[in-house]
């Protein structure tokens, strides 16, 4: 053990956290899923410590404080289908702390905005009679003569939508989020990803919509809101787990978790200061990368473990946030700008999620970039970055000059797993090690279980782990989101594929 000569012992109270042991519970990572253990093993009468390296709660799904604005890691609409986790939200927070808040999104292309969901008046507009013409006789060419290729997801796409439609609505904006290009990109993630966006199925319901849409989770109207953003239930929460005896300790990186006779023991962790502590476990939840996890083992794993630990990797994110007079705002919760002359994808407006947001008669627009760590725009300054980001605004329409009268740069290491073709062997293989070598070790969550899932579905995962400690048998690797999400659920359930969350974009294998 390594340190500053402050190592010491954290040890727990009698209670047995099910395993009859006097230690604590670990869970590792204070976001959405890490806070959604910790309060329940909490409610269940047990020892939990909860380690964060981070300086503030939330994860990804935090609200950032600056200067008094606030403004989200990417937005966060409160929608699900899973009751346990809609009564949780209402656990933490009271009502009156929610908004129900209009959906509103566009899509940026060539200068113009087209409203998402589709509406056949305003894309005709835009598209002028010529071009609306030529994109329905793509798409007739499409069903006719479609690509013969459509194991990429491009193939699959143009097949379904026509060469036009496809450049107009999907290529640019997937390529910046993924950073690989469209025809790299299996098909298999396309059939779940858009299969319920049948361009006759949204022409139909942009003719005959139905009142706050819920069938097609893209197509929701209206979605629930913390006032304060989202981050205000992941602080709320932990000052609730506190009240029940959790242990949160910020600054505090998780850098080993010890095993011994096929059983997680203790944790080390490092401050902030250096200093060094090992704490003792009685199970560890954790929510931490999955490839930070296996590295962390200690004993290091076999080489074929640490292999496929090394082999999972991360898409990052940064985002600019512009202060901005009120009137320059937009209405839209977000725009994303399918336009290759610019890097930002999406832009969000705050005060759009909520006038709490804001202040000052300002509003506050968020530039989100997606980067691989290390990249140019990673490694720009704060000061490049906000300039670049102005700048685009003003390519955009959305800003004149002088308009931006502050910025702020937030960089998120690790926002995202990314999914090439190994992943799924990888996760398998780190899988049947912890479940024979380390069995009371929990991964959790979106980065815990390099899985494709969302916020709530994180948590779900959270409080199914939660019951398996306490007598439980579930899978938590095999909740849905797709079944519960997505407009049809009728495929045989051999069909059905398993995983936490929506099925993952399968991308292209990474270079080292």
């Not at 956290?17 to 976001?31: E, F, L, R, Y």
């Not at 702020?408 to 797993?417: D, G, I, N």
Request: with cysteine.
């Amino acid at each position: 053990m390594s340190g500053s000569g402050k190592d010491r012992v954290i040890g727990g109270d009698s209670r047995a956290n099910g395993a009859g042991s006097s230690d604590p519970v670990v869970v590792i990572g204070a976001g959405p899923a890490g806070l959604t253990a910790a309060y329940e093993m909490a409610k269940a009468g047990d020892d939990v410590v909860v380690f964060e390296a981070d300086s503030v709660v939330g994860g990804i799904s935090r609200t950032v404080l600056r200067d008094g604005w606030r403004f989200d890691i990417g937005g966060h609409r409160f929608f699900t289908k899973v009751e346990p986790v809609e009564a949780f939200w209402h656990e933490i927070l009271p009502n009156e702390d929610f908004l129900l808040r209009p959906r509103m999104s566009r899509i940026y292309y060539e200068g113009k905005f087209y409203d998402y969901p589709l509406k056949p008046a305003n894309a005709l507009r835009n598209l002028g009679p010529l071009e609306a013409f030529l994109c329905g006789l793509s798409y007739i060419w499409a069903r006719i003569a479609p690509p013969k290729n459509q194991d990429n997801y491009e193939g699959w796409l143009v097949a379904r939508f026509g060469w036009r439609l496809y450049r107009t609505f999907f290529k640019t904006y997937t390529e910046k989020v993924w950073g690989v290009p469209v025809d790299k990109m299996p098909a298999d993630w396309a059939a779940q990803r858009v299969k319920n966006l049948d361009l006759r199925r949204a022409i139909l319901n942009a003719v005959l919509p139905k009142r706050n849409q819920k069938d097609i989770t893209s197509l929701i109207e209206e979605f629930q809101y913390p006032k304060y953003g989202p981050g205000m239930m992941w602080e709320r929460c932990a000052e609730l787990a506190s009240s029940l005896g959790v242990k949160v300790v910020m600054n505090a990186k998780v850098t080993k978790v010890h095993l011994d006779d096929d059983r997680a023991v203790g944790v080390t962790i490092e401050r902030s200061d250096g200093s060094t502590e090992f704490v003792g476990a009685s199970h560890v939840i954790s929510t931490m990368p999955l490839r930070s996890l296996t590295r962390s083992l200690e004993p290091e794993v076999p080489s074929d473990v640490l292999r496929a630990a090394n082999d999972l990797h991360y898409r990052d994110f940064l985002t600019v946030a512009l202060v901005m007079p009120k009137e320059k705002g937009f209405p839209d919760n977000w725009i994303y700008i399918h336009s290759t002359e610019v890097k930002v994808g999406r832009v969000q407006n705050f005060g759009a999620w909520s006038p709490y947001m804001i202040k000052d008669q300002k509003t506050c627009l968020g530039l989100e970039y997606f980067v691989f760590e290390g990249d140019e725009l990673w490694e720009s300054s704060d000061e490049a970055l906000i300039a670049r980001a102005e700048a685009e605004l003003i390519k955009l329409g959305l800003a004149s000059v002088g308009d931006v009268e502050a910025g702020y740069v937030v960089r998120v290491p690790k926002a995202y797993p990314y999914y090439d073709f190994e992943y799924r062997d990888n996760v398998q293989t780190i899988r049947n090690f912890l479940e024979a070598h380390a069995v009371n070790v929990y991964p959790i969550g979106r980065n815990g279980m390099h899985k494709y899932n969302n916020q709530d579905h994180s948590m779900y995962t959270a409080m199914l782990t939660v019951e398996n400690i306490h007598g439980a048998s579930h899978d938590i690797w095999a909740v849905n989101v797709e079944e519960e999400y997505h407009e049809s659920s009728t495929a045989p359930s051999s069909e059905r594929s398993g995983g936490t969350g929506r099925d993952a974009p399968v991308l292209p294998r990474m270079e080292h």
